[in-house]
């Protein structure tokens, strides 16, 4: 898991290698939402991808390998707000994950699924924030 170094700022974009991929990720703010584009070398992977918390950023397979995923680290997972760029690393966080840390990811989930019971079910889509503090301790 790597977090994304971007800054306070509405429209920014960097190039940054992950998992031995060449990545431009530019993120934009508009109508008070958030929009990733990746490029990985010069062929574009996805355009205008909406940035919303404990949800996979690039919502579709593709060749890229990994993903993003958009953390608020100062609500409950089931009160999540879009992020805004006055809060990027304080309150929001850019994350990528790695192709086998999604596996990971998978499976921890399917088993949650197994074991929950009925009310639990609606949590689940949230259980990469689990995963993070039960893996990474770091959220």
């Known amino acids: 898991m790597d977090v994304i170094p971007l800054i306070k700022y509405p429209n920014q974009e960097l190039q940054i290698i992950l998992d031995d991929q060449d990545c431009t990720i530019r993120v934009t703010e508009r109508s008070r939402y958030t929009f990733l584009d990746l490029t990985v070398g010069d062929t574009p992977v996805r355009k205008g991808m909406i ?12 060749a890229f390998r990994g993903n993003f995923f958009v953390f608020d ?8 707000t879009p992020p805004e760029w006055e809060g990027w ?7 990528y994950f790695t ?3 999604m596996a990971e990811f998978e499976q921890y989930r399917y088993q949650l699924a197994e074991q929950a019971d009925i ?3 609606a949590a689940i889509g949230y259980g990469v924030g689990a ?8 959220y």
Do not use: F, H
């Open 51 to 62: 940035c919303t918390p404990y949800a996979r950023v690039l919502s579709e397979p593709c």
């Open 73 to 80: 680290n100062q609500t409950k997972p089931q009160e999540q």
């Open 89 to 95: 690393n304080a309150r929001w966080w850019l994350v």
């Open 99 to 101: 192709a086998a840390e």
């Open 119 to 121: 009310d639990v079910y």
């Open 131 to 138: 995963y993070g503090i039960m893996r990474y301790g770091q």
